[in-house]
């Protein structure tokens, strides 16, 4: 979990000047409506009737998704419309010469925002963080109120091709600076590419906003480079009046640890601000830096480079919600999607389609996850009716920047993602566009590789792209594997990826990264199960058209279902055979596919795979053909069912490690072995569930720090008596909660389901659902309870704890 320390308050060094520097999440305390009432940015609006909340919050997820929302499937079917926030704040007794600034993560979106009825000013694009200078409004009195009103407007639909979420669903923060300050967001660590890592430039802005020029000193604090040197480096600098001045300083370590993905070594930095040469001397200002030292270099030869070593990207696309949870950016939240994804061998995520929360990054630098953060969806032609483009020409350059200033400390970002699938990408406009965005990214920071995801144009022209290409440094090719080859011997010096490839094609896709250099990763779309985009890995009973995601609709699917991982966290069938086709620590498999009511092939669309489970209990009539997959790395292997050999087959590479063998169902045991010639190197086993005996509750962590921020995810199976879990008796579940905590969200991975995740019930899905729970603030056990008719209750506890 983050902390959020507050700086010491510390003696000024002129007497005109109050020294003081803090950071204060402001995420409790709110009041939200749903709707637009007039006069709401008034300070004496009487919001006493709205509802309490504490942000991040999401308001569309929390409703049923109805056939006639204006979202339609692109969101989900869920609710959007207009939202009002209100929150007092409180900043006692300061100094005039103090700047207050109000800063928020991200508000989906068309966010106004006052102070005390001024109105600050407003923010278009829901995606990239914006703050305002809220200083000449507040009142600094002793028990003086202020009040920040926040007006959110999501009703212009559909405005994304995803489900966005709606409300301020990521952090605000109050920052007090002093007048004399270090930006915090101006300071980073770049290392060169083909540079050693320990050698880096390191980058930070010193601001005056008195009327007086100022002398200051600032120490560099890096615990590396001072028991190297045994001693920290103090620099000289002269500011004028109103001035600020950019520091930008080449710094070699003899020795250090750099940032990688296996290994995701973090360094801390402090820069104090001092008014004396002498470092004992009481400072104005205090900025603490995390970074990693890694680089990043592209080689058409050896392809990518981390730290001069070439790194295969296993690559996955990940939108921002997190299933019942909805868009809501908690930190815990996003800390267990990075495990989730490192757990299913994933290394490398590409933020499809738009910038990620601060918390997601600052977990794949802790977890040593790859990204290529991606800023835009789309550019001056429209997509959806309603999206940015009508505005992108007058945003870009600001949001583009805005995301850079807060993304370029993280070294977990390894290429900057320009855009995808853009509908300029055959015209004139869009190759001008290309090179100003590339500018724009390279003036800014010369540190990561541009990239740009593009598809075809259509049968034979496919190298009219060549120029948008041109402006960037690794071309994404989404569901073009087969251009590599040409295009290389075409290109020789083109790096290239899949930016997009089907997860159908994992083996396909995989191979092309293994025999080829200049092809440096595969991003499967997608590596997480997602709301909106509904239906688009649906798959469909045969004599049944197989329609794309956008023909026609598709209610009541509320969710895409083509990730490697479903809604509440669970690992598919496809996830681990993708693994097995990466190489990347499993070895064996077994899955059963769900057999269709005639026993012909499932329709499929091409963001889709037969739907399987790992079980094999099946309300069919015995002896009913099942398909059965073996997915593995040993050179054979052999399928048993209740103790008789079925079956062996090779699965090697030329069999694409995969197997499938038609096996006459009978309750019982199913059993996989993996074989190296005649020996059993492994074995896999699954057994039929008798009927529902109980309900099992596991928590994913047994013991949280206590606080708002803190949330703890349940994991719910319905199980017979030997445990195992029973995947076709679905029923309907309640929970309570007893001690320090609330229930925010229930749900299961049923992409169709209609269910209300804010409710504090719902059934299962293949015998499985998900419990969350919120910190109420106070430390004590929390029971969690789980009744179902005719089961007996079943409780767990979690304990919050003190930090």
Not at 7 to 34: K, N, Y
Not at 348 to 367: I, W, Y
Not at 607 to 635: G, I, N, Q
Request: net charge negative; charged share 25%.
């Amino acid at each position: 979990m983050r902390r959020f320390p507050s700086l010491l308050l510390v003696l000024c060094f002129s007497p005109s000047i109050l020294v003081a520097s803090e950071r204060v999440l402001l995420d409790e305390g709110w009041r939200f409506q749903l709707a637009d009432p007039a006069d709401a940015q008034l300070p004496g609006f009487d919001d006493a009737a709205w509802r309490r909340v504490d942000l991040p919050h999401d308001w569309s997820v929390e409703a049923s998704p109805q056939n006639d929302a204006a979202s339609e499937g692109h969101g989900g079917y869920h609710q959007t419309g207009v939202g009002w926030y209100r929150r007092p704040l409180e900043v006692g007794e300061t100094s005039l010469k103090s700047i207050y600034r109000l800063e928020f993560d991200g508000v989906y979106q068309n966010a106004e925002v006052w102070v005390n009825g001024h109105r600050l000013g407003e923010h278009l694009y829901g995606y990239t963080p914006f703050s305002f200078d809220i200083t000449p409004y507040l009142k600094t009195r002793s028990n003086a109120s202020n009040v920040i009103a926040v007006r959110v407007d999501n009703s212009d639909q559909p405005n994304c091709r995803w489900y966005s979420g709606s409300g301020i669903y990521r952090h605000v923060w109050l920052r007090k600076l002093p007048p004399v300050h270090i930006e915090p967001a101006s300071v980073w660590c770049e290392n060169k590419p083909h540079e050693p890592f320990s050698d880096f430039h390191l980058h930070y802005t010193v601001i005056n906003s008195t009327d007086m020029d100022q002398i200051v000193y600032v120490e560099e604090s890096l615990p590396e480079q001072a028991s190297q040197s045994g001693k920290n480096r103090v620099h000289k600098l002269r500011i004028g009046a109103g001035k600020k001045v950019d520091v930008h300083r080449p710094i070699r370590l003899g020795s250090a640890r750099s940032w990688s993905a296996e290994f995701p070594h973090l360094q801390q930095l402090q820069l104090r601000l001092l008014t004396q040469e002498d470092a004992a001397s009481d400072a104005m200002d205090v900025v603490d830096h995390t970074f990693g030292l890694r680089s990043v270099a592209i080689d058409p030869q050896r392809g990518l480079l981390l730290n001069g070593e070439p790194i295969v990207l296993f690559g996955g696309n990940v939108h921002h919600d997190h299933g019942p949870l909805g868009a809501a950016s908690l930190d815990i939240a996003e800390a267990r999607r990075v495990r989730l994804l490192k757990q299913a061998g994933f290394n490398a995520v590409r933020t499809s389609h738009n910038p990620p929360s601060d918390a997601f990054l600052d977990e794949c630098d802790r977890q040593g996850l790859l990204v290529i953060d991606e800023f835009f969806d789309n550019w001056a032609k429209s997509k959806v009716n309603r999206d940015y483009g009508p505005h992108f020409e007058g945003i870009w350059r600001d949001e583009l920047l805005a995301t850079m200033d807060r993304d370029r400390r993280h070294p977990s970002v390894v290429m900057w993602s320009i855009g995808n699938e853009v509908y300029e990408r055959g015209d004139e406009s869009g190759q001008r566009l290309a090179q100003e965005l590339a500018q724009c990214v390279r003036e800014h920071d010369q540190s990561r590789p541009v990239t740009i995801g593009l598809n075809g144009l259509g049968e034979g022209n496919w190298d009219r792209l060549d120029p948008m290409f041109g402006a960037v440094d690794v071309c994404g090719y989404n569901y073009e594997t087969n251009r590599y080859e040409t295009d290389h011997r075409r290109l020789p010096m083109r790096v290239m990826y899949a930016s997009e490839s089907y997860p159908k094609d994992a083996h396909e896709s995989f191979a092309a990264v293994e025999s080829q250099p200049h092809v440096i990763g595969d991003f499967v779309w997608s590596a997480i199960d997602y709301l909106g985009e509904a239906g688009i890995g649906r798959v469909f009973p045969p004599g049944e058209e197989a329609r794309r995601h956008w023909e026609g609709t598709h209610f009541p699917w509320r969710a895409a279902a083509c990730g490697d991982i479903d809604l509440i966290g669970h690992r598919k069938p496809i996830s681990h055979y993708r693994n097995i086709v990466w190489d990347r620590g499993e070895r064996l498999y077994l899955a059963v596919e769900e057999p269709t009511a005639n026993g012909d092939p499932w329709q499929l669309t091409p963001w889709a795979v037969e739907p399987c489970l790992d079980s094999w209990t099946w309300s069919v009539p015995e002896k009913t053909m099942l398909t059965v997959h073996a997915y593995s790395r040993y050179p054979q292997v052999r399928l048993q069912l209740n103790g008789r050999i079925i079956g062996e087959a090779s699965t090697g590479q030329a069999e694409e490690f995969h197997a499938s063998f038609r096996v006459p169902y009978e309750p019982g045991e199913l059993v996989l072995e993996g074989m190296q010639q005649t020996a059993v190197n492994q074995r896999i086993k699954l057994a039929t569930a008798g009927e529902t005996a109980s309900i099992d509750l596991e928590p994913e962590q047994g013991t949280i720090a206590a606080g708002r921020q803190s949330i703890a995810f349940i994991n719910v199976r319905l199980v017979d008596e030997q445990g195992t879990t029973q995947p076709v008796e679905d029923r309907q579940l309640e929970f309570s909660v007893a001690g320090p905590a609330e229930i925010v969200a229930t749900g299961n991975a049923d992409p169709t389901s209609r269910h209300a995740y804010a409710n504090s019930g719902c059934p299962t899905y293949q015998g499985h659902a998900l419990a969350v729970l919120r910190s109420t603030g106070e430390v004590g056990a929390v029971t969690l309870t789980a009744r179902c008719e005719g089961l007996p209750e079943a409780d767990c506890k979690v304990e919050f704890t003190k930090e």
